[in-house]
């Protein structure tokens, strides 16, 4: 049986309980409680910060030639001292700037029955329909939230007749009129949340929807009026239809499944994840999860951030906001494999708005043409240093973003994205241009200073703690792939071949990847030992994934890939969610499928809360999105020109299928296997373009389709 349903036997006390529901825009975390049911509500776009000009710190380029000479000495803790005092944002405590803010919850829904009776209690969540469900005694609930008419629909049949309705939220003018909720608040962004409720043939319908003036001049609470209006015209059954088709599309498009001996499903959800070693149908489900879970959480103005959208807080973990050191980047890896490419679509908004607001960071901060964006940004587009730069100054965080574009470019081969973003790819690269100085200790170009996300090694000088150095490993490889896609878009587009050149002389001159002394890709320019050889972020294996610089096809670095997963391993690395999903992803393109799978059970046993989030800790949802992106490309890989048919099987998926999925240059691949080898698999070609495929250790050339059958 598909594995689609989340099942518990108990009602949520704790919000890491309770089951999430999203329609891109809106979101609600059903508690299911039997006395007073509490619905907690998520609106993308409530935040409390604004744009600010003055991030930006006009000190840094003052420094910076001052900086390199020191890092070039190899003085790094003089370097590092004075990165710290200006080679930060304007205020230190960003953190802490009003500026900045956070998402913030939509609020608190509580619906009172007085009635507690519990028998034969359960609570669901059916992913391919996008609808909880709660049942006790003989009360039955129904949550769902509709895409097109952008509301949320709570239905509860029973002991309704005395149900209080009441709604709570800090910050907000509430009003009660007949039937009626509204709530308006100011961030100073305006929100609005209006709920409706009515009766009708013994059950009780409640519609919420929620709105703010966010990238908009219309009045939030005539657009929540509008909304629900037409919502409860359509009426209940039109909505729930809707919700249902558009979950059952969009989850049918790129399925997997898995042959397994007695079917778990029904033991409570919160139970199997305590114990997912023999459990394979988890697997399936945690993939079924992710996918849903981008479903509801990137559509609409804005990306999914780093909670998608569900968020209870006012000042949320990391103001729920966006990281781009790794994290938003993680959430989309799937997308494409998964044939969800319109999901992507709300992050490249959010591309063009870092890369509009990081033309002033770059002229600002480094005195350089192009545009910038370092670690983190907003809604409106932050893209200034950090408050230090072990983790804020990591200036290729956008050119990172990047490569969603290119990864666009390859599925699609659509020339109109490269002829959309061209001019932002090349400011990119321009900015990179003007950056790289020469490192006079061995003549490559590189960043300086620089840093590796969020980690630190050992001054060989005086043993103490330095985070700043010339061309880390990452950085490296980001622009080489930055200005590898730069020269591709030139050739496709047929233009700017100066540029080109240009690119060319600067490539040639960029570091190589180098091997340490525990034989491991170095993550710095030198063999520095670690500061924590165990760290979550393991950036220098970029080139492995998701990029594709490292591949069989450079033995020797494959084998050092190893190795560096392997040491990162053994102090301890992967004890947070999202890394351990990066693993995963690592270990399939190692081709070694039972690593990746026994990753995939640690991610689940160690870094899964109850209602299956990921959990950092805290919860942040890229871990749910990194380990569907990891079982898809133990299924199918096409990163270095040849697709892949099941490169990492792992011995506990011995028999099984997936239908749908996507590899690069848009073709759709179903396959079957038993006893570990492909017994069937079809290629589908979306445009006249031949390509390659390996199928049991065997390579076909085929044009446009391909059928293989044993």
């Known amino acids: 049986m598909k594995e689609n349903r989340l099942f518990y036997n108990f009602p949520a006390e704790a919000w890491e309980e309770a089951l999430p529901l999203g329609n ?22 409530i935040w409390s910060g604004w744009r600010a000009d003055d991030d930006d710190n006009p000190e840094t380029v003052k420094h910076l030639d001052e900086i390199r000479k020191l890092i070039f000495d190899g003085k790094y803790t003089e370097a590092n001292r004075l990165c710290n005092e200006y080679m930060v944002c304007r205020n230190k405590n960003r953190e802490r700037m009003p500026s900045y803010g956070s998402n913030q919850t939509a609020g608190d829904l509580y619906i009172s029955s007085h009635s507690d009776k519990s028998e034969r209690y359960v609570r669901e969540l059916l992913l391919d329909e996008g609808r909880a469900q709660v049942s006790f005694g003989n009360t039955e609930r129904d949550y769902f939230i509709s895409y097109n008419y952008n509301t949320a629909v709570i239905r509860i049949s029973g002991d309704t007749e005395n149900a209080e309705i009441r709604y709570e939220r800090e910050n907000a003018s509430i009003t009660y009129n007949d039937g009626e909720i509204t709530a308006v608040g100011y961030l100073p962004m305006k929100f609005a949340v209006l709920i409706r409720y009515l009766r009708k043939n013994g059950a ?123 994290n938003i980047q993680m959430n989309y890896w799937f997308a494409e494999t998964a044939d969800m490419p319109e999901l992507i679509e709300p992050f490249f908004d959010l591309i063009r708005l870092i890369a509009e607001r990081g033309a002033a960071t770059a002229r600002n901060v480094y005195g350089c043409p192009g545009w910038v964006a370092h670690y983190t940004t907003t809604p409106w587009g932050y893209t200034a240093l950090g408050g230090s730069p072990v983790y804020g100054a990591f200036a290729t965080a956008g050119a990172w973003c990047l490569r969603h574009v290119k990864e666009r470019w390859l599925y699609s081969g659509d020339k109109e994205i490269l002829r959309e973003f061209y001019p932002i790819i090349k400011g990119a690269s321009e900015f990179f241009c003007s950056y790289l100085v020469t490192d006079p200790r061995n003549g490559y170009l590189v960043t300086a200073p620089a840093s590796s996300p969020e980690n630190s090694f050992i001054s060989p000088s005086d043993g103490s703690r330095s985070s700043v150095c010339a061309g880390p490993t990452m950085d490296v490889s980001i622009i080489r792939e930055l200005f590898e896609f730069n020269i591709e878009a030139i050739e496709v587009l047929k233009t700017d071949e100066e540029f080109k050149e240009t690119l060319k002389e600067k490539l040639a001159k960029m570091p190589p990847f180098r091997i340490g002394k525990y034989g491991q890709i170095m993550e710095w320019s030198e063999d520095f030992d670690e500061a924590e050889p165990g760290h979550r972020h393991i950036s220098h294996l970029y080139g492995l994934h998701p990029a594709a610089l490292i591949t069989e096809n450079t033995p020797e670095l494959f084998a050092a890939a190893r190795k560096t997963i392997e040491r990162r391993l053994a102090n301890g690395g992967g004890h947070t969610g ?24 640690a991610l689940i046993k160690n870094s899964t809360l109850p209602n299956m989030f990921d959990n950092h800790p805290p919860f942040q949802i890229d871990g749910n999105f990194g ?84």
């Open 24 to 45: 891109g825009k809106l979101g609600m975390m059903v508690f299911g409680r039997t006395g007073e049911e509490r619905v907690q509500l998520s609106e993308k776009t």
């Open 578 to 601: 999202w890394s351990r999903a990066w693993i995963v992803n690592f270990f399939a393109r190692l081709a070694d499928g039972d690593k990746a799978y026994e990753n995939i059970v």
């Open 627 to 710: 380990g569907t992106a990891g079982i898809a490309e133990m299924l199918l890989q096409s990163h270095d020109g040849c697709i892949k048919v099941v490169p990492a099987l792992p011995k506990a998926w011995a028999n099984g299928e997936f239908n749908g999925l996507i590899a690069r240059g848009g073709f759709k691949v179903s396959c079957k296997w038993r006893n570990g080898e492909v017994v069937c698999c079809e290629i589908t070609g979306r445009r006249d373009i031949s390509g390659k495929v390996r199928i049991n250790g065997k390579t076909y050339e085929f044009e446009r389709d391909f059928t293989f059958n044993k």
């Open 204 to 326: 009780l319908y409640i519609f919420i929807t929620a709105a703010t003036s966010y990238k908009t001049d219309n009045d939030p609470q005539k657009v929540c009026d509008e909304t629900l209006k037409r919502a409860m015209a359509a009426g209940y059954d039109v909505l729930l239809k809707d919700t249902r088709d558009y979950f059952t599309e969009m989850l049918s498009r790129a399925e997997i499944s898995f042959e397994q001996s007695g079917s778990k499903s029904d033991i409570p959800t919160n139970e199997r994840i305590k114990n997912p070693e023999n459990d394979i149908g988890l697997v399936e489900l945690y993939y079924n999860f992710g996918r849903y879970l981008l479903i509801g959480s990137s559509r609409g103005k804005l990306p999914a951030n780093l909670q998608g959208l569900w968020n209870k807080d006012y000042n949320a973990p990391w103001g729920a906001d966006y990281h781009i050191n790794i």
